[in-house]
């Protein structure tokens, strides 16, 4: 049986699954729609908003990527926003990891966006930025899994290791989005598949260039890692990310498939191409512990998806909205900027957004509206991505040297983040 306040919480979304449809063809790529009004009981998960969205004229960046502004009316306030249409459907245009040249490392999407030669770009996933364990500083890598041109660069952290808002039922760190070899954008999850080949036998690993291990773990570092210092991954537990670093620690470096050395506390430095660190803890530690150099081994990892084809990119962020549908548990009140990234049913339309907040223009929007919202411009499913301050949306024109900020980022300018989506247009 349907309570009242679900069956009026389940009516609002079956109308906004019909919004939606109508808005996909008012907002569509090359479209303009300088005001789209939205029925108030349709709207009624965002706050009762007792206006409608305002779009401004789309804004060509390139063929198949448009930028509009959009502004509302919520209970809370007015709210403003950005919005980058992706049509994939052109053979040209394609969705890209923006990173630094490090997995433990931050930069502007802006400076991403121009290096990378992209045409627009969001902010990505939330990263380790806030805090500092047993001395050693901030990795500024993310949380969730990356995979830039089809290369598995990172794996999740465990789930009570992450930065942001709390978890919707059914999500974890391992939830992407990303575009697969077949051309279609969607939200998945990934695991890792991974191992380390001996003569005594098979070993599994836990981790790749994350910032922090499962208790017992072991994790593989490379070059993609940078110089930060190896210590965090050995630091929180399973089931709080602020526990003391672990006591039991063992790091093992192997350079082209023979154990080189083996260490009892993790370090630092860059990783040549030819070498990966081992790190382990607990339990992983002992096992590690058990090697001698001069040993041979044999790595092998890669980030395998729960379902079909590969990704050829991809980047942490937690469902928000799943076969149209909002999801459970997201319950967090607090108004902040927010990014979404949004993909159609067919997996050929994407909707990259930015809502601005704590300013005097916008206040922001709930993790919740962030999903209604997503699903009136036509996504089916959407991932939440880090906000707050890290909010921000770029776009360059092609043949602009530089990318130009479009949101009003909460902190006054631009902040370095650990990754994003960038969109992408062949000549």
């Not at 830039?148 to 999740?156: V, Y």
């Not at 974890?172 to 939200?187: E, I, P, Q, W």
């Not at 208790?215 to 991954?233: F, K, L, N």
């Not at 929007?365 to 707050?388: I, K, P, R």
């Amino acid at each position: 049986m349907i309570s009242g306040r679900n069956a009026r919480k389940k009516a609002s979304w079956i109308a906004l699954v019909a919004l939606g449809t109508a808005l996909v063809s008012a907002i569509g790529v090359n479209a303009a729609a300088p005001d789209v009004p939205l029925p108030q009981a349709a709207y009624a998960a965002v706050s009762d908003p007792v206006g409608g969205i305002r779009f401004s004229d789309p804004d060509p960046v390139a063929p198949g990527v448009t930028y509009r502004t959009f502004q509302l009316t919520t209970s809370h306030g007015s709210a403003s926003g950005h919005l980058v249409s992706v049509d994939l459907r052109n053979p040209k245009v394609s969705l890209e990891l923006l990173h630094p040249d490090a997995v433990a490392k931050k930069e502007r999407i802006s400076q991403m966006v121009g290096r990378q030669g992209a045409v627009a770009g969001v902010n990505g996933d939330f990263f380790n930025v806030s805090e500092t364990h047993a001395g050693v500083a901030p990795t500024n890598s993310a949380v969730g899994p990356e995979i830039s041109g089809s290369e598995s660069l990172k794996f999740a952290v465990p789930n009570k290791q992450r930065f942001g808002p709390k978890l919707p039922d059914g999500t974890s760190t391992r939830n992407v989005f990303g575009l697969g070899v077949d051309g279609r954008a969607r939200v998945s999850s990934l695991a890792l598949d991974g191992e380390l080949k001996t003569k005594d036998g098979r070993i599994t690993i836990n981790g790749l260039n994350q910032y922090a291990l499962p208790e017992g773990g072991i994790g593989v570092y490379t070059r993609d890692w940078g110089t930060a210092s190896r210590v965090r991954p050995t630091c929180g537990s399973d089931t709080s990310r602020s526990a003391p670093c672990s006591g039991e620690t063992m790091e093992v470096t192997v350079r082209d498939g023979v154990v080189a050395s083996v260490y009892s506390k993790p370090g630092a430095g860059a990783i040549p191409d030819d070498t990966v660190v081992l790190v382990g803890r607990e339990q992983g530690a002992a096992i590690l512990g058990q090697l001698q150099p001069g040993d041979k081994l044999k790595v092998d990892y890669r980030l395998v998806a729960e379902d079909h084809p590969r990704f050829l990119f991809a980047v942490g962020g937690f469902p928000i909205l799943r076969d149209g549908q909002p999801l459970a548990g997201m319950d967090d009140p607090a108004l902040a900027p927010r990014t979404s990234a949004g993909v159609s049913a067919d997996g050929k339309q994407v909707y990259l957004a930015v809502v601005d907040g704590r300013i005097a223009a916008s206040v922001g929007m709930t993790v919740s509206e962030l999903a209604a919202l997503m699903q009136s411009f036509g996504a089916v499913d959407a991932v939440n991505l880090d906000g707050g301050g890290s909010s921000t949306l770029v776009t360059r024109q092609s043949e602009a040297p530089a990318a130009t900020v479009r949101n009003a980022p909460s902190d006054g300018s631009e902040r370095a983040v650990a990754n994003g989506i960038g969109v992408f247009v062949r000549d």
